[in-house]
């Protein structure tokens, strides 16, 4: 079945970088387009990033537009997110998705980012 | 970005009641509407896609329709498992892919 596992969270000072793994098995990773998404504690869903089954289209939400590089290694079968400049605005459970079409039809457990001092 | 109105924010409901949760976009996104469910501490699940279609393996009591602005998610005999946070999400104005704040539904 389909399993998607996010890892590299933790406590980062604000001003400080990251990069997210997600490490993904059960389908042909190479075929899909990849999503990360977030969630500050106790509040909704907020789109980061995908990136097109070859790597070769990449999008970002404004809110993270020339602070977060998101990547692929199809070899690896695995999706990252480069996130650097953080802000205690991006605390938040980021979840690895994988889209089908236009929706996110699997998704990791997530993994927590605290920006704080 | 398109902004997604979600009503209510919360209700409360008891096993076996219809409940009805409405999900407004600030323009039209033809039927480029999905739903999600969420439970405490959990990812996520995709419930409807297409505004309407079932995702497989989810329960026949879930229920999606509308189409343009204004679409609803239907539990026709809420179960004990389904006291979780529901959110849409549209993807017509793909890549700002934009979700609802989500609504609540708890044990009356």
């Known amino acids: 079945q389909v399993q998607l596992v996010e890892s590299g969270g933790g406590l980062v000072k604000p001003g400080g970088s990251l990069r997210l793994s997600c490490a993904a098995s059960?389908?042909?990773?190479?075929?899909?387009?990849m999503s990360w998404v977030r969630q500050p504690p106790g509040m909704g869903l907020e789109w980061v990033s995908y990136?097109?089954?070859?790597?070769?289209?990449?999008y970002y939400a404004g809110s993270v537009k020339g602070r977060f590089a998101i990547s692929r290694d199809n070899a690896k079968n695995s999706l990252y997110l480069q996130m650097n400049s953080l802000r205690a605005e991006d605390t938040a459970v980021y979840y690895c998705?994988?889209?089908?079409?236009?929706?996110?039809?699997?998704w990791g457990q997530g993994t927590l980012v605290t920006v704080s001092s | 970005d398109i902004q997604m109105t979600q009503s209510p924010s919360s209700l409360s409901a008891s096993v076996g009641d219809r409940v009805t949760i409405t999900c407004r976009a600030s323009?039209?996104?033809?039927?480029?509407l999905n739903w999600y469910q969420q439970k405490p501490e959990k990812a996520p699940k995709l419930l409807i896609h297409?505004?309407?279609k079932l995702e497989s393996g989810v329960p026949s009591r879930f229920s999606g329709s509308g189409s343009g602005t204004d679409f609803t998610l239907t539990i026709s005999s809420l179960q004990p498992d389904d006291f979780a946070t529901y959110y849409c999400?549209?993807?017509?104005?793909?890549?700002?892919?934009?979700f609802g704040q989500g609504t609540r539904l708890d044990i009356k």
């Open positions: 990136i097109s089954s070859s790597g070769s289209t990449i």
């Open positions: 999400q549209q993807s017509y104005d793909t890549p700002s892919i934009t």
């Open positions: 059960g389908f042909t990773f190479s075929d899909y387009y």
């Open positions: 297409g505004a309407s």
């Open positions: 323009q039209s996104i033809s039927n480029y």
């Open positions: 998705a994988r889209m089908s079409g236009r929706d996110f039809d699997s």
